[in-house]
C-alpha cells in the first residue's frame, strides 16, 4: 500500500529557479492539501483541494500554485523560489474534505539558496 | 482565523514517566485529532475524538474531548524511548470548509 507519495524528497534550488514538487495517493482520496512546516510554526496549509478541477487557498498561498487535474496526483509549483520558501513540505490526503483524519507523505525538504 | 494553543511546547523525561500535553481553542470543534511525528517522517494519526467528553485510548494513550469543545487532552502513560517525536493537535468545525487546523505542536524527548 503506496499511500501518499512525495518526490522529491531532498531538493536544494538557487534563487529566483522554478520547480514542482509531486503528490500522488491511490487511496481514490477526494481531498488533498499540502502543507510547510517551519521550526516553531506546526504545520501551515498552503493550498487545497476537495475535488479534481477544484482547488483553493490556505493560509499561506503566496509563492505557489497548485492543479488538480486527476483525483490522484496534487502537485505544487514554485514559480520563482526565495530563501523564505526554505521548508519541509508535506503533502495530505483524506477521504473527503469532512473527514479531518488526513494521510501524509513522508515530506519533501527543500532548501532555496 | 481559528487559533490552537497546544501547550506545552517541549518536553524533555525519563523512560517510565507519564506524560500530559494539551490544546485550548477560542472557537468550538466539532472534531479533535491528534497526530504523532516521528523524527523525519510525516505525521500518522493517533487518535480522533467526536464528541464532547468522550475519552479514548490507543495503547499507553489516552486522549479527550474537552466538554465545553474548545479543548483537547492527550496523555501518554509508562513513557518508552520510541514516544520521541512532535505531537500535534487538529481541530475541525462542521461548518465552513472544514479544513482542519493544527496546534503548533509538543515536541517530546525520553531519555533512556
Known amino acids: 500500500n503506496a499511500g501518499v507519495t512525495q518526490t522529491p524528497k531532498f531538493q536544494v534550488l538557487k534563487t529566483g529557479q522554478s520547480m514542482t514538487l509531486q503528490c500522488a495517493q491511490d487511496?481514490?482520496?477526494?481531498?488533498m492539501s499540502w502543507y510547510r512546516q517551519d521550526p516553531g510554526m506546526g504545520l501551515r496549509l498552503i493550498h487545497y483541494?476537495?475535488?479534481?478541477?477544484?482547488?483553493d487557498q490556505g493560509e499561506v498561498p503566496n509563492g505557489y500554485n497548485v492543479s488538480r487535474s486527476t483525483t490522484e496526483d496534487f502537485p505544487l509549483r514554485l514559480l520563482s523560489a526565495a530563501p523564505s520558501q526554505t521548508s519541509v513540505y508535506f503533502c495530505?490526503?483524506?477521504?473527503?474534505?469532512?473527514?479531518?483524519?488526513?494521510?501524509f507523505g513522508e515530506g519533501s525538504r527543500l532548501t532555496v539558496l | 482565523g481559528q487559533q490552537l494553543n497546544q501547550s506545552p511546547q517541549s518536553m524533555f523525561i525519563q523512560e517510565g514517566e507519564d506524560v500530559s500535553m494539551n490544546c485550548t481553542s477560542s472557537?468550538?470543534?466539532?472534531?479533535w485529532l491528534w497526530y504523532k511525528q516521528d523524527p523525519g517522517e510525516g505525521p500518522v494519526l493517533l487518535i480522533a475524538?467526536?464528541?464532547?467528553?468522550e475519552l479514548t485510548s490507543n495503547g499507553r494513550l489516552t486522549a479527550q474531548f474537552g466538554i465545553t469543545r474548545k479543548d483537547s487532552f492527550l496523555n501518554i502513560s509508562a513513557s518508552i524511548p520510541s514516544d520521541v517525536g512532535i505531537y500535534f493537535c487538529?481541530?475541525?468545525?462542521?461548518?465552513?470548509?472544514?479544513?482542519?487546523?493544527f496546534g503548533r505542536g509538543t515536541s517530546l524527548i525520553v531519555h533512556p
Open positions: 495530505a490526503s483524506s477521504e473527503t474534505s469532512f473527514a479531518g483524519e488526513l494521510f
Open positions: 487511496m481514490n482520496h477526494e481531498y
Open positions: 483541494s476537495v475535488g479534481a478541477g477544484i482547488t
Open positions: 472557537s468550538i470543534f466539532n472534531t
Open positions: 475524538l467526536y464528541k464532547a467528553g
Open positions: 487538529a481541530g475541525q468545525t462542521s461548518g465552513g470548509s472544514y479544513i482542519p487546523t
